[in-house]
């Protein structure tokens, strides 16, 4: 990676108190740093995950995530609700929910009474602190995993529209976790088991 060797500039010594050539630093960023052990059910997993990318059918299951994303985004859109970038491109999308008067602590813990989880996450220029926060993130690749398409997606922003502007009503937000028990029966985590 380096041409020539050379002592690095900010003077770090070795436990010798010899200054430390550049390249003993990069050695020492990939391991133990960033590298760690050769940990075999790391090796593994990687190489499961490897395998899945190879197959034809993740290429499918990659574009149904994109699909299913920039569907909820714009079903989100739709319901006034603050997308930072105003849509997504990728898996996921981050809400400012300022407008909606709920912070993102508040969402996060309704949402969860109710059986559908995301995350409070920070927005741009947010007034809130890290603990409480302005925004959610929600993702979808665990329901496409499940094998829900673009019109279930915006079945989901329905539920969540329904939970945040009524927060504060428990039957509500009970009658919601029924339906999403419901609705997602059709979806198994496990098909195959069946």
Same mark, same amino acid.
């Given at each position: 990676?380096?041409?020539?060797?050379?002592?690095?500039?900010?003077?770090?010594?070795?436990?010798? +108190?010899? &200054?430390?050539?550049?390249?003993? =630093?990069? !050695? @020492?960023?990939?391991?133990?740093?960033?590298?760690?052990?050769?940990? %075999?059910?790391?090796?593994?997993?990687?190489?499961?995950?490897?395998?899945?990318?190879?197959?034809?059918?993740?290429?499918?299951?990659?574009?149904?995530?994109?699909?299913n994303a920039q569907a909820m985004a714009k079903a989100f859109?739709?319901?006034?609700?603050?997308?930072?970038? +105003?849509? &997504?491109?990728?898996?996921?999308? =981050?809400? !400012? @929910?300022?407008?909606?008067?709920?912070?993102?602590?508040?969402?996060? %813990?309704?949402?969860?009474?109710?059986?559908?989880?995301?995350?409070?996450?920070?927005?741009?220029?947010?007034?809130?602190?890290?603990?409480?926060?302005?925004?959610?993130?929600?993702?979808?690749?665990?329901?496409?995993?499940?094998?829900?398409?673009?019109?279930?997606?915006?079945?989901?922003?329905?539920?969540?529209?329904?939970?945040?502007?009524?927060?504060?009503?428990?039957?509500?937000?009970?009658?919601?976790? %029924?339906?999403?028990?419901?609705?997602?029966?059709?979806?198994?985590?496990?098909?195959?088991?069946?």
């Amino acid at each position: 990676m380096v041409r020539h060797d050379f002592e690095n500039p900010w003077g770090i010594k070795d436990p010798k +108190g010899n &200054t430390r050539t550049i390249t003993q =630093l990069l !050695d @020492l960023a990939v391991f133990p740093g960033i590298q760690g052990g050769p940990l %075999e059910h790391i090796i593994a997993a990687k190489a499961v995950a490897f395998g899945e990318i190879l197959d034809d059918s993740f290429t499918a299951y990659a574009r149904q995530i994109v699909a299913n994303a920039q569907a909820m985004a714009k079903a989100f859109v739709d319901k006034d609700y603050n997308l930072i970038s +105003g849509g &997504t491109d990728n898996h996921l999308m =981050l809400i !400012d @929910l300022r407008n909606k008067n709920i912070t993102g602590k508040k969402a996060q %813990e309704t949402l969860d009474k109710a059986f559908i989880t995301l995350n409070k996450n920070a927005v741009p220029f947010d007034d809130k602190s890290p603990f409480v926060t302005s925004g959610i993130r929600v993702g979808v690749p665990a329901v496409t995993t499940r094998g829900l398409k673009e019109e279930h997606v915006i079945q989901v922003v329905d539920l969540i529209d329904r939970v945040l502007t009524n927060a504060d009503n428990e039957k509500l937000i009970g009658d919601v976790r %029924e339906e999403v028990k419901a609705f997602m029966k059709q979806f198994p985590l496990y098909p195959e088991l069946g």
